[in-house]
């Protein structure tokens, strides 16, 4: 195997693995397995250990205690934790683009997607509480439309992208 090559192993339905042959990362991911709520392990499909950086993909979206749940355990078992939470291989957490050990196609529509679904929910949020202020808020409604209609946009640009393709273009599956 190359120094590259990645470790897998199999635990319950779970997938985990590590970067290089070094089986210490995967011993490691199996304990940090054993200690989730079994409600985060039934939804996680696969742990991913990229030099001490954990990536998480899940199978249905976590809620805040789970993605909390993952991070306090991780944390038991490496100095400086850090955690990247994916939901069927789509980035559910951050803004920038990083190495995703889940996805070999670009998602990357996805990922912006995700993130002004974020600022949608965020914008709407901030109306409901100027409202309840006594604050007009016209700006953040049209603000919250437009982010709807650019998420639109993504989401026709993508399957226009893939119905515009020749069969056997680069990318499509």
């Known amino acids: 195997m190359s120094a590259a090559a990645h470790v897998t192993k199999d635990i319950a339905g779970m997938i985990v693995t590590a970067l290089d042959e070094q089986t210490w990362r995967v011993e490691r991911l199996r304990r940090v397995e054993a200690e989730l709520a079994s409600e985060a392990r ?7 250990d990229h030099k001490g950086v954990l990536f998480v993909n899940w199978t249905e979206r976590p809620n805040a205690q789970e993605i909390a749940g993952v991070t306090d355990v991780w944390g038991r078992h490496e100095n400086e934790p850090v955690t990247y939470h994916f939901e069927m291989g789509v980035e559910l957490v951050g803004a ?29 949020k901030t109306g409901v509480v100027m409202k309840k202020n006594g604050s007009r808020p016209h700006g953040v409604r049209r603000l919250f439309q437009a982010i709807k209609l650019t998420e639109g946009a993504l989401r026709h640009a993508r399957r226009s992208q893939t119905v515009d393709r020749p069969i056997g273009w680069p990318g499509q599956s």
């Open 42 to 48: 039934r939804k996680i499909r696969r742990l991913h």
């Open 96 to 124: 920038a683009a990083r190495y995703n050990p889940f996805d070999g196609s670009d998602h990357s529509h996805l990922a912006a997607i995700e993130l002004l679904r974020s600022a949608r929910d965020l914008l709407k």
